[in-house]
Antibody, heavy 122, light 108 residues
Framework: RVTLRESGPALVKPTQTLTLTCTFS??????????VSWIRQPPGKALEWLAH???????YYSPSLKTRLIISKDTSKNQVVLTMTNMDPVDTATYYC??????????????WGQGTLVTVSS | SYELTQPPSVSVSPGQTARITCSGD??????CYWYQQKSGQAPVLVIY???KRPSGIPERFSGSSSGTVATLTISGARMEDEGDYYC???????????FGGGTKVTVL
């Protein structure tokens, strides 16, 4: 059974760096075709894709946020970490991690974590 | 930057058909994916690669794509289908991976 769970601070101050961890089970990021992405959703607003890492450690970022984001993986711990620098109140959102499978068919975000709400406020 | 455009809202009577559109310039070349999100929950993939249904998704959900418009159809809508629906795709270069703005479906 595939599961993902996000963890990190619920509150950060403006200008601080946010570090979120996605801990997953039921698949391995050493397996060909497996990827994990981060997606966020401000309260009452639409989903926004942030970053993606795959089994060969290729990384992709939202062009509008790429200067502030770093995604990495620790396959021994089944974890993916996202850091976002220079946090601002507009970054207040629920942050999700989700799995993507890119094998014979492509299924982006077929499993999601429950999300973690991050509030940016002084 | 690349954008996918959805109508903000769609209303449908129980048992009737709801259609949600998603417009994007790259859709003739790129697959469209659809997600259902109910209040307070994480999204769920309901259609992948334009028209394929994951296991466990009811047959009343179907997808199609023609030219620059992809469509999610809910045939015989039920109250439990209420929620927000998002399309997702990429631009031609795969550099921009985007969600549409979301469509709120109301069954009444």
């Amino acid at each position: 059974r595939v599961t993902l769970r996000e963890s990190g601070p619920a509150l950060v101050k403006p200008t601080q760096t946010l570090t979120l961890t996605c801990t997953f089970s039921g698949f391995s990021l050493n397996t060909s075709g497996m990827c994990v992405s981060w997606i966020r959703q401000p309260p009452g607003k639409a989903l926004e894709w942030l970053a993606h890492i795959d089994w060969v450690d290729d990384k992709y970022y939202s062009p509008s946020l790429k200067t502030r984001l770093i995604i990495s993986k620790d396959t021994s711990k089944n974890q993916v970490v996202l850091t976002m620098t220079n946090m601002d109140p507009v970054d207040t959102a629920t942050y999700y991690c989700a799995r993507t499978v890119t094998t014979a068919v492509i299924r982006p975000f077929d499993y999601w974590g429950q999300g973690t709400l991050v509030t940016v406020s002084s | 930057s690349y954008e996918l455009t959805q109508p903000p809202s769609v209303s449908v009577s129980p048992g009737q058909t709801a259609r949600i559109t998603c417009s994007g310039d790259a859709l003739p070349k790129k697959f469209c994916y659809w997600y259902q999100q109910k209040s307070g929950q994480a999204p769920v993939l309901v259609i992948y690669e334009d028209n394929k249904r994951p296991s466990g998704i009811p047959e009343r959900f179907s997808g199609s794509s023609s030219g620059t418009v992809a469509t999610l159809t809910i045939s015989g809508a039920r109250m439990e289908d209420e929620g927000d629906y998002y399309c997702y795709s990429t631009d031609r270069s795969d550099n921009h991976r985007v969600f549409g703005g979301g469509t709120k479906v109301t069954v009444l």
